[in-house]
């Protein structure tokens, strides 16, 4: 099935910028250390609903500061924010069902260079596993929150940062290619995800059960931030020169559509809720999508692109500014 060349580390156009023995003992340790850390090892989460706390937090709505929004009464208002949380919710189901977990596919099934080791294959399996009980996790957290906020039939669009990286993946045609695509979309997810997570993690004001919820979720994903920046130094140095093109060309697109604001599904569930005006605020929302991408920290994805050897070529370097990130 897969067209990659074969894994040859070190076969690649840039020396291993980073040391494969160091990168693997960590690699190990955070493995070993998964039966102690992982939630899905530890204590449930208290599932308690108190309807009288908002589910989400104003600030995080991309039109929280619009006259339209803030003229709402305080009941609309309340039926956003739980419609927040269910969308924020299903982001992250997204990045774990449609993005990072497809990507552990690619990598037990031998698509990916480098990434074959019995260890490192066994911390894959260890994501797998996080990234399922996550899916439980949220899947309990909407259920509830639908049930008691009447907002069992609220549909969710398909996520931008899912469409975007599909139709990259569509606009190639060899399988390593899309491969690449997809992994460059679950390393920059699973970097991300954990500073999209603590937006909530530690939250006092809003519904305990969510704070809970979240702040659960980014335990893992404290360590799954780490495993894909280990992973990406793994792999890297064992593509092809070709490929490791390929993917310095493609590792800061999906910067932009993970920081995207995501307007269409506002635009839609703000539609289905009645909210009055609800076509004006997204469409003045539109030009802060623009500048989303610099609301977002990619200081990691910089520093992991300058440690595998990226920005040491004019090629990688040209990639970032393209996209307006400076090197
Ligand atoms: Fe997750
Ligand atoms: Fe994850």
């Not at 907002?151 to 669009?157: A, E, K, N, V, Y």
């Not at 045609?173 to 979309?185: F, G, I």
Request: glycine share 6%; charged share 25%; net charge negative.
């Amino acid at each position: 099935m897969t067209t990659m060349s074969a894994p040859a580390i070190g076969a690649g156009g840039h020396e291993a910028a980073c040391d494969q023995s160091e990168t693997r003992n960590l690699l190990q340790r955070i493995g070993d250390g998964w039966i102690r850390r992982a939630k899905v090892r530890r204590e449930p989460i208290e599932l308690c609903f108190d309807a009288a706390r908002d589910d989400f937090l104003e600030e995080r709505l991309p039109f929280h500061t619009h006259p339209g929004y803030r003229a709402l009464d305080s009941a609309t208002r309340t039926r956003i924010l739980s419609a927040g949380w269910i969308i924020y919710n299903e982001k992250t189901v997204a990045i774990e069902s449609a993005i990072v977990s497809p990507s552990c596919y690619d990598a037990l099934d031998g698509r990916i260079p480098g990434l074959q080791p019995e260890t490192i294959r066994h911390i894959v399996c260890e994501t797998l596993v996080d990234e399922a009980y996550h899916l439980l996790l949220v899947a309990n957290a909407n259920r509830l929150t639908r049930t008691h906020r009447g907002l069992d039939d609220l549909r969710i669009p398909t996520f931008n940062l899912v469409r975007f990286m599909n139709r990259e993946k569509a606009a190639y045609a060899e399988d390593w290619q899309k491969t690449l695509v997809h992994l460059a979309t679950s390393v920059v997810s699973e970097i991300f995800v954990s500073d999209y997570l603590h937006q909530l993690s530690d939250c006092p004001h809003i519904q305990p059960m969510n704070t809970a919820t979240v702040a659960a979720h980014r335990h893992d994903e404290l360590a799954h931030s780490k495993i894909f920046t280990l992973l990406t130094e793994t792999f890297y140095p064992a593509l092809s020169p070709r490929e490791q093109a390929f993917f310095a060309d493609m590792l800061p697109k999906p910067i932009g559509w993970f920081a995207d604001l995501e307007l269409d599904i506002w635009a839609s569930v703000l539609d289905q809720l009645g909210v009055p005006g609800a076509a004006g605020i997204i469409a003045d929302c539109r030009p802060l999508n623009l500048a989303a991408r610099s609301r977002l920290d990619y200081s990691r994805i910089l520093g992991l692109s300058r440690d595998v050897g990226i920005l040491d070529t004019a090629a990688g370097r040209d990639s970032f500014a393209a996209h307006g990130i400076a090197a």
